[in-house]
């Protein structure tokens, strides 16, 4: 995740080899200080596959040793890494430049000879493929090769040392173990596959060396994205014991920072923290995605789509569920500016077998819906249905198609689509395996309170995995359509006391869910005043804006052609 993209000034210590000219030194210098560079992961020709990770080992910790000098241009170790496949020894200025955005590449290989470990590298001009500059051999003793790693470091940032930038031979020296790195490299090959077994193999990396800051950011993001927000909480303040936050390089202090405040609910500082680092490296996915994903929360679409525009939609590598992540925001701001058709392009790259409800199925339908092309729905849904998803997939798309026209005020669509959903759970031989709340939301859709009133109340505390709800916790959003239906069917007494239990939720728990969840109440009320207050109070809690909140909620349609919600809802920036 960490990003580096800084700019050479100077370089004091490297040899020249050959510049393929009679330009002087200089001038050289001048061509590689313009030049943006890529730290490849050194090739290991050691014979021992021990050492395989040494040569990623040794490019991460180059990149972050120059992070210190401040005027380096740099590509990221982690974009490096999504695309080095591009790099054809052939032709290596054409892919691998045009999705990383290198210039010039530092690459290097390492070999064994009598006990020590020897590292060779050069600097590389990527459109001529000549070699330019050509680094002394640097040699370490083969049962440390971390302290290695400390020595490559700060031999690198000697050679690109600025005049004026402080660089600490200490931290430089101070590598983690090698072991440690070993089992970091191996939890950020499954992060996003497999969170739960990332997260193992983070905290044995935290175990084997507690000043190793990366571990903590990653296992803090992975229970973060699991929906175990207190687990999260806990690790990431085991980096004030352990780690000296004034001695990080600077991008991995923006990561601190931007994680510090999405824990402490404030989103604005998070997307001003992680806009630093998308400054340094904007091609780079992680980041690019964190702040285009921070840009949607925060309601800024065009934000969103001005950097999510800086990679190429044939980049990004869709081979896991997290990166389609990207391509769900990017189509779904798209979609708000009132580009369909560049959206429906964003959604094609995801391949057929990771296509799911919440990255493709519900942003194609809104996509479709806001053109009135009903036989292309159709399609969609018939796709959705013979997917190989779960029954509560293909239930939330349908849901939410129903819900969709309610927003925009078409009842016959929205009293079909619901009718339709309750239908097809009929059809189903493990209706046991639906929760309640899908069949009591469409019933409250379709108008019919009498039949979604006791389907609702059995909701109440059923475990919604979907929404990161455990058993026995009445979230939010059945807490909503229950009190939603009470007001409905003219029982405010037991409409008052789901709002009490709301309120008690909230005080428990601070998720801004349950103040959307009075929202409703209110809205549905008509107490439109107290209603915009809760939802602003949301806000405020970083509660985030998505395809199905704010403007998009269906319980809030009440709210529409209302000046304060409209002046709320609007996209900011």
């Known amino acids: ?145 971390d302290e290695l790693i400390g020595q490559l470091q700060q031999k690198f940032a000697t050679a690109f040392t600025a005049s004026g930038h402080y660089f600490s031979p200490g931290v430089a020296q101070s590598p983690p173990t090698y072991g440690a790195y070993q089992l970091y490299q191996q939890g950020t090959n499954l992060y996003g596959a497999n969170f739960t077994k990332s997260i193992e193999l983070f905290n044995q990396a935290i175990q084997k060396d507690k000043r190793f800051f990366m571990p903590y950011l990653f296992v803090t993001g992975a229970h973060f994205m699991n929906g175990e927000k207190a687990k999260a909480d806990s690790v990431f303040n085991l980096i004030k014991t352990h780690i000296n936050i004034d001695y990080l390089p600077p991008t991995q202090k923006q990561w601190y920072w931007h994680w510090r405040a999405i824990l402490n609910k404030d989103l604005p ?163 046991m395996d639906i929760n309640s709340y899908f069949p009591g939301t469409l019933y409250y859709i379709a108008g019919d309170y009498q039949q979604a009133l006791p389907w609702l109340q059995k909701a109440i505390g059923e475990d919604l995995n979907w929404l990161q709800i455990s058993k026995g916790e009445p979230g939010w959003l059945q807490l909503s359509s229950l009190g939603s239906c009470y007001l409905a069917l003219g029982d405010l007494e037991h409409a008052q006391q789901t709002l009490v239990r709301m309120q008690e939720w909230y005080e428990r728990s601070q998720d801004a869910g349950y103040l959307i969840a009075q929202a409703h109440f209110y809205a549905q009320q008509g107490n439109k005043d107290q209603a915009v207050a809760k939802i602003k109070a949301a806000f405020q809690k970083a509660h985030p804006y998505t395809p199905r909140a704010y403007e998009n909620d269906f319980l809030l349609l009440p709210l529409k052609d209302y000046p304060p919600f409209e002046s709320f809802v609007r996209a900011r920036g």
């Open 1 to 145: 995740m960490v990003v580096v993209l800084l700019s050479i000034a100077a370089i004091v210590w490297f040899t020249k080899a050959s510049v393929g000219s009679s330009t002087d030194g200089n001038t050289a210098y001048q061509e590689i200080g313009d030049a943006k560079i890529a730290v490849l992961p050194f090739e290991n020709k050691t014979d021992d596959p021990s050492f395989e990770t040494l040569g990623i080992m040794a490019a991460d910790w180059i990149i972050q040793g120059l992070v210190y000098l401040g005027n380096v241009q740099i590509v990221s170790h982690t974009n490096i890494q999504d695309h080095i496949q591009y790099l054809d020894q052939d032709d290596l200025h054409n892919e691998f430049a045009a999705r990383t955005g290198a210039e010039k590449i530092v690459r290097g290989n390492y070999y064994l000879d009598g006990g020590y470990i020897f590292v060779e590298s050069e600097v590389i001009d990527l459109r001529s493929g000549k070699i330019e500059w050509v680094m002394p051999v640097i040699k370490g003793a083969i049962e440390n090769p």
């Open 269 to 431: 500082t998070a997307f001003e923290n992680i806009l630093l680092n998308l400054e340094v490296d904007p091609k780079q996915l992680m980041t690019n995605l964190e702040a285009g994903i921070m840009a949607n929360d925060l309601n800024r679409p065009a934000e969103a789509v001005r950097i999510f525009n800086f990679i190429e939609p044939e980049h990004v590598n869709s081979s896991t569920e997290l990166s389609t992540w990207w391509h769900r925001h990017y189509a779904h701001n798209l979609y708000r500016l009132g580009r369909f058709k560049e959206a429906e392009s964003i959604l094609a790259y995801i391949p057929k077998h990771l296509r799911r409800h919440w990255n493709y199925y519900e942003r194609m339908a809104e996509l479709l819906i806001a053109q009135a092309q009903e036989e292309r729905l159709e399609q969609l849904v018939q796709d959705l249905l013979q997917n190989s998803g779960s029954l509560t997939d293909h239930l939330s798309t349908i849901l939410f198609i129903a819900e969709r026209y309610g927003v925009q005020q078409q009842t016959d669509k929205q009293i079909e689509w619901a009718n339709r959903g309750l239908e097809w759970i009929t059809q189903q031989p493990q209706t």
